[in-house]
């Protein structure tokens, strides 16, 4: 009994580190961007490259943890993490940064999932709600600290030093979890899909850093243009080749289940919204309003902490409203507030911004919370895996997704207005469309029954059998 207490506490360790390493990046990527000679956009090359490396990375998590054992995959994947960030904090220049960024990825893709499939297997599904806001809620944390701790670090000390924070969490996050987590793992698990895999990895590679590299001459025009072609014929050939494997490293078949679809899908089209956030906030305001490095980080962390104060009361709200019309409304608030980003300007009050960024981060938690634990309401026990392995691919797809979609509009913005440099105009078009791209995820949240997830919210149990 005290082991499953402790199991979400102990995985949100991972969580931690992992949110607190991204937030802490984006604070100080003006200033990486001025050590190592490059334009600031250029850098989301740094944050792009993880999350290529965790959509390429998840599809194998699953698997490897059947076979080799949650634990151990999870304290292996603490110790990849670690070492990766004390490379990239020794990182001369933007390749090196980039490469430790993918490796760091390859722990972060067996972590984070490998933890959330532990605490999915050793939690009823009455009690997933729960022990979801309990597994989130120590990692949001570390987007809390991050920005005030990432803009101190950069404006006091050295940008390196935000990478090699992440050694003494590492090292108790694994102790711990070496001590109390379950070792599960499946007595016979299926053969390792070898060509699946292959296929994913080189469409989400040309898909993903192709999508990225557009713009700012990173890489010509054909280059970029011809990473996308194949990203987009190693996707379809996958499609082709998962509806005639028997166990395919991606099971596309469970977006038969209602519920896990609406979640992927809604919660992909709303994280490209959302995610472009860590990028274009710490930007607008050292680049467009002049502020320095921990200034904006006390700003950003206003977000965070409203993420933080809705965490307990998740439970609550779901029991009143109900899955169906939380995610709708609660979607077109954190739309509407994601587009308000778009009116701060340099004379704005900062008690002000802090406002709409504390309420609109509160909005955001409650959302993700509810997309996450309804994703896997309808999941058999024996797909969980499975099902952590496609819903963290789509999720890391749409952030680095937008990511790109928040930079190119800024390009857009530039060259449409002719400014040689970043200024705070060019954010404003971009804040607009990434609220709209988030507001076309309720569409997706009408179609669901009204009584969609009664039992994870506290009524009565309805399941939902794939169509």
């Known amino acids: 009994m005290l082991s499953r207490r402790l199991t979400p506490l102990i995985v949100a360790s991972g969580l931690f580190m992992e949110n607190l390493d991204g937030t802490v990046l984006s604070t100080a990527l003006p200033a990486i961007a001025a050590d190592l000679h490059r334009d600031p956009i250029t850098l989301k090359l740094a944050l792009t490259a993880y999350l290529v490396s965790l959509a390429v990375f998840i599809p194998a998590s699953g698997w490897v943890a059947d076979r080799f054992g949650a634990r151990n ?25 980039v490469l430790g960024r993918l490796v760091q990825g390859m722990g972060g893709a067996m972590m984070v999932p490998v933890g959330r499939l532990i605490v999915f297997r050793s939690t009823p599904k009455s009690e997933l709600v729960g022990a979801f806001a309990m597994l989130t809620m120590p990692a949001l944390f570390g987007p809390l600290l991050g920005p005030p701790l990432g803009g101190f ?17 590492g090292i108790l996050g694994a102790a711990l979890a070496w001590r109390f987590l379950p070792n599960d793992r499946e007595e016979t698990p299926p053969p390792f899909d070898a060509k699946g895999f292959a296929l994913s990895g080189v469409g989400l590679v040309g898909a993903m850093f192709g999508f990225t590299a557009l713009g700012r001459g990173f890489l010509p025009l054909p280059a970029a243009l011809g990473l996308l072609a194949v ?41 490209l919204g959302i995610g472009a956030i860590p990028f274009l906030l710490p930007l607008m305001f050292q680049l467009g309003f002049g502020m320095t490095a921990f200034q904006s980080g006390l700003l950003t962390l206003a977000a965070a ?80 895996s499975r099902a952590t392995s496609l819903s963290g691919v789509a999720q890391q797809l749409a952030l680095s997704s937008g990511v790109a979609v928040g930079a190119a509009a800024i390009q857009l913005s530039q060259f449409a207005l002719g400014d040689a440099s970043l200024v705070s105009r060019d954010f404003v078009p971009a804040f607009f469309a990434l609220g ?13 029954p009204d009584d969609v997830g009664a039992e994870l919210a506290g009524g009565r149990s309805v399941p939902r059998p794939a169509e």
């Open 73 to 97: 995959v999870f304290c292996a994947a603490i110790g990849v993490f670690t070492l990766a960030s004390i490379a990239c904090g020794f990182s001369a220049d933007l390749p090196t940064l």
């Open 153 to 169: 670090i950069t404006t006091y000390f050295h940008w390196r030093w935000i990478f090699w924070i992440n050694v003494p969490i």
């Open 231 to 271: 990203g987009a014929l190693a996707l379809a050939a996958y499609v082709r080749h998962a509806r005639v494997v028997r166990d395919p490293i991606l099971d596309l078949g469970l977006f038969r289940i209602q519920t896990f679809r609406a979640s992927v899908l809604g919660g992909w089209l709303f994280r």
């Open 305 to 384: 902490a409203g993420a933080l104060l809705m965490k307990s009361g998740v439970t609550r709200v779901l029991r009143v409203t109900g899955f169906r019309s939380l995610l709708i409304w609660n979607g077109v608030l954190c739309a509407a507030f994601l587009a308000a980003n778009a009116l701060f300007t340099a004379q704005t009050p900062r008690l002000a911004i802090s406002a709409v960024l504390l309420v609109g981060g509160l909005f955001r938690s409650l959302q993700f919370t509810s997309l996450n634990a309804l994703g896997f309401a309808d999941v058999p026990t024996a797909s969980m």
């Open 436 to 448: 709209a791209l988030a507001l076309l995820a309720v569409p997706v949240f009408a179609a669901l």
